[in-house]
């Protein structure tokens, strides 16, 4: 089959090496030139657009054989047989329908695609959107295709997650198909396209429902999940019981399960806060407006998180005005290079608000930091607040605490003496992921906060004398 992807980001460039490398012939297109440009010319794992394990060695291997890159529309969509939409869908910010998805790409990708669609070809959102954007789809296409055209309109939402992308693809727990009642000829073409996926994975609905289901499976994991354990953070601080060990009780319930109860400081990315914030929008359009305040007081719990870390690290240091802290992560989670809404902004942000000069040290963000930290608000006398490394080592020289926000593996493992030694002192290490072990930090002569852990009493864990 001839596989047409539209956008090349995280999404797109993921399904289209994944079609690729499961036999298909793939043509990706993107209206950012220099994007595809990347594509094509990059030609080490590290040099992709983006940045996610594995992805570059699949390019690498069918680049140029069935997997081609293009900013010539024509040359991605003629004679192809299925055309997966992959564009971004942000939160409209202003406006009419402030809150939902903005779905202005979606349709400008669909007047692009009508005139050269090919008759029989099954156009595909892949795209997170509201439910019943397949609505605006079918309209467009039909209004714009070429006389004697006949087509098909899919909702295919994606579930992979950055990091664990490639796997998340090739051996999804399921396929989500949303096609239309008797769309024979589209079931035959996604039964072949996703071969490599077991009969009782795929999982057709009727398209709206396919709409609702991503949007409800991103409700679910982010706020019936993370917001929920999170939210019992500052009680257990403020009562003595320890989060970790509840977040493990919980995860023994087999009803329950053990996975994304991680506590910590909150989550972040590009989708969850988009996708609740547009369900939110659907639900006050629809005038359910109490299950609407449900999501609003999810969200501002998962935001309050990154701030009360901010003013925990104040009261500890007693004052933040020309103190130093080293920022271990910055990306939104460990194995990717996305920033979107990272916890670690808003951190990095307050820290410097308060006359904080801060140390980011990140495997694989630091190419965005001048971006994100540019005027006159990140600088110091024409100083920058700032500055970037990979070392954690580095990071900790002449500060007076470290914040972990991201739990990359080369933040696991540390040696804390040499820490201890390269800080000021009292030094503090703030722990936003409840990755360390707080023994082993104290009785390197650190002070030591981990979120929820009421256990830990800061009175007991002042242990700045060795
Ligand atoms: P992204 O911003 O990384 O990539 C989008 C790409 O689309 C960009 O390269 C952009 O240049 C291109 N584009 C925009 N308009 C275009 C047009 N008219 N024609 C061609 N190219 C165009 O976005 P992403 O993270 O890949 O997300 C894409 C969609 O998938 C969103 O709706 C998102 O909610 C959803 N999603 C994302 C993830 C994820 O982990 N990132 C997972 C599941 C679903
Ligand atoms: C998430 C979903 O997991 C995907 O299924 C979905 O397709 C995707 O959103 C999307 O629609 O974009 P992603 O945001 O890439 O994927 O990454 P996650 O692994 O879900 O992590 C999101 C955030 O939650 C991160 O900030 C992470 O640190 C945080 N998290 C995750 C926790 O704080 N605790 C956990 O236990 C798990």
Partial sequence: MKVAVIGTGYVGGVTGAC????????????????????????????????????????????????????????????????????????????????????????????RDIAPLLKNGAVVVGKSTVSVGTVDLLEDVLRDNIPAGVDFSVVSNPEFLAEGSAI???????????????????????FDELYHFVPESSRIYTNRWTGEMSKLANNAMLSVGRLVLINSLTGLCEDTGADIVDVSRVLGMDARIGSKFLKPGIGYGGSCFTKDVKALIYLLKHNHRDVEAEFYESALKINYA??????????????????????VYGFTFKPETDDIRDAPAITVCKRL?????????????????????????????????????TTDPYDAAIGANAIALITEWDVFKNLDFDRIRNNMKHPGWIFDGRNLYDSNLINSAGLNYYAIGRGTFKLDNHRNAGK
């Fill in 19 to 110: 079609f690729a490398k499961t036999g298909q012939t793939v043509f990706c297109y993107d209206v950012s030139v220099d994007k595809i440009n990347e594509w094509n010319s990059a030609n080490a794992e590290d040099s992709f657009p983006i940045s996610e394990p594995g992805l570059g060695r699949i390019v690498l291997e069918h680049r140029n054989k069935n997997l081609f890159f293009t900013a010539d529309p024509k040359t991605a969509i003629s004679d192809a047989d299925v055309i997966f939409i992959c564009v971004n869908t942000p939160t409209k910010t202003n406006g009419i329908h402030e809150g939902s998805f903005e779905v202005h790409y979606v349709e400008q990708s669909a």
């Fill in 167 to 189: 796997e998340d693809f090739l051996n999804p727990g399921r396929v989500l198909i949303g096609i239309k009642d008797g769309d024979v000829h589209a079931k035959s073409v």
């Fill in 305 to 326: 998180l990154r701030e009360r870390f901010v003013e925990k690290m104040y009261n500890c240091l007693y004052s933040l005005k020309d103190k130093v802290v080293g």
């Fill in 352 to 388: 410097m608000d308060e006359g904080v000069f801060v140390k980011i040290c990140d495997p694989k963000a630091l190419k965005h930091i001048p971006i994100i930290f540019q005027g006159k608000a990140y600088e110091d006398g024409g100083n920058k607040r700032y500055s970037m």
